[in-house]
T-cell receptor, first 109, second 113 residues
Framework: TQLLEQSPQFLSIQEGENLTVYCNSS?????LQWYRQEPGEGPVLLVT?????EVKKLKRLTFQFGDARKDSSLHITAAQPGDTGLYLC?????????FGDGTTLTVKP | DSGVTQTPKHLITATGQRVTLRCSPR?????VYWYQQSLDQGLQFLIH???????AKGNILERFSAQQFPDLHSELNLSSLELGDSALYFC????????????FGPGTRLTVL
């Protein structure tokens, strides 16, 4: 069974601070996705990383895929209250999807 | 708006009952995935259908079943409901080829009393 471990589980910061959250696995994934979910709503896809060592930027968000394709990180620069939410990583293989338990981020104004 | 629709949005029922949740994928998508999300277990993959055929199974109970119809909409049937089945149920869709990227519907909140 492929497992994805996310850390930290909870993160509370002030507006303007930087942060990094992590997604780690003992398994290799062919691709890895990051999603953001707000309470009571479905997850929204942020990015897909495919190549080991790949770095993708989405405005203030920077996503990195580990060289061995087993881990990933999400870095947010100058966090804003609108970044508040549950950040989930997910890996896919053979038609199945595995999601981490997520990092709940709270950005205080 | 992801383009994925789910009905109903809320469902309240009693233990032992049976319910059906419905999902319409984004236009053009052939794959439908079902997930259960509860407070203590995160987002759990249940089952994946591609163009009407079961592609992969996750932690789906025997009391649960699903199918995808020729028009590509999908239904998740939950029977002999227990209190512990109370959760958010999401479906997601994609074209079946795009690196596992999935587009989620708004979910159905099931409450079993």
């Amino acid at each position: 069974t492929q497992l994805l471990e996310q850390s930290p589980q909870f993160l509370s910061i002030q507006e303007g601070e930087n942060l990094t959250v992590y997604c780690n696995s003992s398994s290799v994934f062919s691709s890895l996705q990051w999603y953001r979910q707000e309470p009571g709503e479905g997850p929204v896809l942020l990015v897909t990383v495919v190549t080991g060592g790949e770095v993708k930027k989405l405005k203030r968000l920077t996503f990195q895929f580990g060289d061995a394709r087993k881990d990933s990180s999400l870095h947010i620069t100058a966090a804003q209250p609108g970044d508040t939410g549950l950040y989930l990583c997910a890996g896919g293989d053979a038609g199945k999807s595995t999601f981490g338990d997520g990092t709940t981020l709270t950005v205080k104004p | 708006d992801s383009g994925v629709t789910q009905t109903p949005k809320h469902l309240i029922t009693a233990t032992g009952q049976r319910v059906t949740l419905r999902c319409s994928p984004r236009s053009g998508d052939l794959s439908v995935y079902w997930y259960q999300q509860s407070l203590d277990q995160g987002l759990q993959f249940l089952i994946h259908y591609y163009n009407g055929e079961e592609r992969a199974k996750g932690n789906i109970l025997e009391r649960f079943s699903a199918q995808q119809f020729p028009d590509l909409h999908s239904e998740l049937n939950l029977s002999s409901l227990e209190l512990g089945d109370s959760a958010l149920y999401f479906c997601a869709s994609n074209d079946g080829m795009s690196y596992n990227e999935q587009f989620f519907g708004p979910g159905t909140r099931l409450t079993v009393l």
